[in-house]
Nanobody
């Protein structure tokens, strides 16, 4: 079993920055992802990174603003969010799995483990 612990959410003004972190304990995972869910909307993919090849994946809506990076030794992944917009407001969930590639990394069902979520609120 894998446990994911997220931190770093909060309230920020539009144009500001936040950094989320997610640490996994238990079994080794090979892929980390971030998803988000805004009120009244479905959960959506934000970004992911594979330990195996280091390839990052980004949703179009966050490209150029968000950066995912990981520390393999600490089994931790970070999400640096810059130029935040009010539409980025959501609960952000860390997810982890054993393997994915290509389009499968964008799908929630590729991830076996989920964190409890952390609120990110961007005010206008």
């Amino acid at each position: 079993q894998v446990q994911l612990v997220e931190s770093g959410g909060g309230l920020v003004q539009a144009g500001g920055s936040l950094r989320l972190s997610c640490t996994a304990s238990g079994r080794t995972v090979s892929i980390f992802g971030w998803f988000r869910q805004a009120p009244g909307k479905e959960r959506e993919f934000v970004t992911a990174i594979s330990w195996r090849d280091g390839n990052p994946y980004y949703a179009e809506s966050v490209k150029g603003r968000f950066t995912i990076a990981g520390d393999n030794a600490k089994n931790t992944v970070y999400l640096q969010m810059n130029s935040l917009k009010p539409e980025d407001t959501a609960v952000y969930y860390c997810a982890a799995g054993s393997y994915c590639s290509g389009y499968r990394c964008y799908r929630a069902n590729s991830y076996n483990y989920w964190g409890q979520g952390t609120q990110v609120t961007v005010s206008s």
